[in-house]
């Protein structure tokens, strides 16, 4: 049963950071994509970042290029998003996603991702 529980959203001000975390169970997820997304309402849900084995790979939309990075501690089986230089645009509900094939990483297409966590608030201001 797999199972991602995201954490660490919360509101802060333009210029501050958050460190999103989503702990994975039911699987081993080493040779998994691993991605973040958001979404705002009435818009699609964006592909932020994404991670794969085996550097790993990292692939970040060009709107978070340079602020945010996607790290994951296999051990844990927790993926991070560290977020810096947060600006009110990055206002969302970010969600953790993973697909047992790695190479959907390539693309941020969110019909790709098979499993999904709950969502967790991110509020810039």
């Known amino acids: 049963h797999v199972q991602l529980v995201e954490s660490g959203g919360g509101s802060v001000q333009a210029g501050g950071s958050l460190r999103l975390s989503c702990a994975a169970s039911?699987?081993?997820?080493?040779?998994?994509?691993m991605g973040w997304f958001r979404q705002v309402p009435g818009k699609e849900r964006e592909g932020v970042a994404a991670i794969r084995p085996p550097k790993p790979f990292t692939y970040y939309a060009d709107s978070v290029k340079g602020r945010f990075t996607i790290s994951q501690d296999n051990a844990k089986n927790t993926l991070y998003l560290q977020m810096t230089n947060l600006k009110p645009e990055d206002t969302a509900v970010y969600y953790c996603?993973?697909?047992?094939?790695?190479?959907?990483?390539?693309?941020?297409?969110?019909?790709?991702?098979?499993?999904w966590g709950q969502g967790t608030q991110v509020t810039v201001s």
């Open positions: 039911g699987r081993n997820y080493v040779k998994w994509c």
């Open positions: 996603a993973a697909d047992h094939d790695a190479l959907v990483c390539r693309n941020f297409r969110s019909y790709e991702y098979d499993y």
